[in-house]
């Protein structure tokens, strides 16, 4: 049996990147995948590819700045699997810009999704996850939750806040059945990088002991264990998939 038999995950942002690598690993290991991200036709391919190797998932339309789709999408979730069991928090964007150079709409957007998009996600799932009685939530932080660097205000503020809103979660539902864990990738190939140049990429890989940037499926790993019941008494954890980054 798989290491998710039985569980049923709602994933935003399962339509590329991390959250794809996630869907894809989770359905593999025999839960029921819910993918809600903005993305329609990149989220049907997720789930196209899903049912070709034998699993089971489904789309569903997510922009998690808003509550109405939030509600909508787990509602959408409960009519197709009757239950949730596990909420990933995975949608997120990334822009440059220092204290200097970052405009109040690009912080405000980037709190919005980052930010404000897993406090509600959190929110609206805790009904639906606390009826389950054995669930847990997988936020998705990253390395610039952790440290600072020059010219990503914004971003390092949004998941900052991710970082401890997982604390936080762990202690408000340890006692009622939720486990709440944290990734921090550090820098993985996805299509979030897209916009940096070949310089910032080669400063990064020699910034990095391993040498080298990560792949999808290197998050995906921690994400399956954290999801998993091997993981029953792991919670408020924070796991740092990066290389040695933050060693
Ligand atoms: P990605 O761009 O490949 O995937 C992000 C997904 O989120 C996309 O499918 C996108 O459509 C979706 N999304 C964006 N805005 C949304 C919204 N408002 N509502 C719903 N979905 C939305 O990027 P990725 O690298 O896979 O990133 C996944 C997560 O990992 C993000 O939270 C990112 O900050 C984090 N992260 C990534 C890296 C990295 O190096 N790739 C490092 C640290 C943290």
Redesign the pocket.
């Given at each position: 049996a798989g290491r998710l038999e039985g569980k049923v995950a709602f994933i935003?942002?399962?339509?590329?990147?991390?959250?794809?690598?996630q869907a894809k690993l989770y359905a593999a290991e025999g839960a029921s995948v819910t993918i809600?991200?903005?993305?329609q036709d990149?989220?049907a391919q997720v789930v196209a590819a899903i049912e070709a190797a034998g699993g089971t998932a489904q789309f569903v339309e997510?922009?998690?700045?808003?509550p109405e789709?939030w509600a909508n999408a787990v509602a959408a979730n409960t009519s197709a699997y009757g239950k949730l069991t596990t909420l990933v928090?995975?949608?997120?964007?990334?822009h440059p810009g220092g204290i200097v150079d970052e405009t109040l709409e690009g912080w405000q957007k980037m709190i919005?999704?980052?930010q404000t998009?897993v406090f509600l996600g959190m929110k609206t799932a805790s009904a639906a996850l606390l009826a389950s009685g054995n669930a847990s939530i997988v936020n998705?932080?990253?390395?610039?939750?952790l440290i600072g660097s020059p010219g990503a205000i914004s971003?390092h503020a949004s998941?900052a806040a991710?970082r401890v809103m997982g604390k936080a979660g762990a202690l408000e539902f340890a006692k009622r059945g939720i486990r709440v864990n944290t990734i921090?990738?550090?820098?993985?190939?996805?299509?979030?990088?897209?916009d940096i140049t070949p310089e910032q990429d080669a400063a990064i890989k020699a910034a990095i002991p391993m040498g080298d940037?990560?792949d999808?499926i290197d998050?995906a790993y921690a994400s399956l264990y954290l999801a998993s019941d091997e993981a029953k008494y792991v919670s408020g954890a924070e796991i740092w998939v990066d290389g040695g980054w933050y060693a």
């Open positions: 935003s942002g399962g339509a590329s990147g991390l959250g794809e690598a809600g991200d903005i993305q990149k989220g997510l922009d998690v700045s808003s789709s928090n995975n949608a997120g964007i990334f919005a999704i980052n998009g998705i932080s990253s390395l610039f939750g971003y998941k991710v921090f990738p550090g820098q993985i190939k996805t299509p979030i990088l897209a940037t990560g999808p998050i």
